[in-house]
């Protein structure tokens, strides 16, 4: 079971000793590996999932990461995932290129894991709302991720894991919908079975919680999509 609180990344390489090493490096920093070995699986799964960033190479069989880039920056639910480019390429030119096909920072090989695990930390600071002061906001919610604590209008809700870590995934891309398979992976993690109706009925909880003393409803039902949240109703 992978917690919930967790940063997923994907890495797409096609170099065996490579994977490994990021592999490593990066469970050891607390992040879920995913890994596919070549451009078209990449890309299958990016829209099969959902993660926080995307390490690929430049060089891959039957898709490059260039182009994998730009697809990705298409798909209207992640084009703001963070991507980070590996490559032996490194001139001005070529880092040129990587840049604007949509990846967000460049990493020539060799490198040092040590040096791209804190690239790859600077980014979800920038591209996750709060996550480097521990706090996020929308609307009248707050919820601390150091102290675990969720707050709406300034009182405190009470809330359960499951129920805080939703709420969590819902309130880092505000409005976005999130689809069941979606929020379960990032929950729950993917490596453990759990039914689409559980997260029905986590979120018919968190509903409740959030809307105490007749609180205006923020959880938006999208039908055959998802949940997002938005503060205004339907």
């Not at 018919?204 to 205006?216: E, F, I, S």
Request: without cysteine; aromatic residues 6%.
């Amino acid at each position: 079971m992978i917690p919930g609180n967790k940063k997923s990344v994907l890495v797409v390489e096609d170099d065996p000793s490579l994977v490994e090493l990021l592999r490593y490096n990066l469970e050891r920093e607390g992040f879920s590996v995913f890994v596919e070995n070549d451009g078209e699986n990449g890309a299958l799964a990016v829209i099969e999932r959902d993660f926080d960033a995307i390490i690929l190479d430049w060089m891959m069989p039957n898709m490059s990461g260039i182009d994998l880039v730009r697809q990705i920056r298409q798909l209207d639910d992640k084009r703001d995932t963070p991507v980070i480019m590996l490559t032996a390429r490194g001139e001005e030119e070529d880092r040129v290129e990587g840049l604007d096909s949509g990846a967000d920072d460049y990493v020539v090989k060799p490198f040092s894991p040590k040096e791209l695990i804190a690239r790859l930390r600077a980014l979800l600071r920038r591209s996750t709302p709060g996550l480097a002061t521990g706090i996020l906001k929308y609307a009248d919610l707050e919820l601390d991720l150091e102290t675990h604590k969720a707050r709406r209008s300034g009182s405190p809700i009470h809330l359960s894991p499951r129920e805080f870590d939703l709420l969590r995934s819902l309130m880092e891309k505000p409005g976005w919908v999130r689809s069941r398979e979606q929020l379960l992976n990032k929950v729950w993690g993917h490596e453990v079975y759990v039914e689409d109706r559980t997260v029905d009925v986590h979120i018919r909880r968190l509903r409740k919680a959030l809307t105490q003393d007749g609180k205006p409803e923020i959880i938006r039902t999208v039908r055959g999509a998802g949940y997002a949240l938005d503060i205004e109703k339907d």
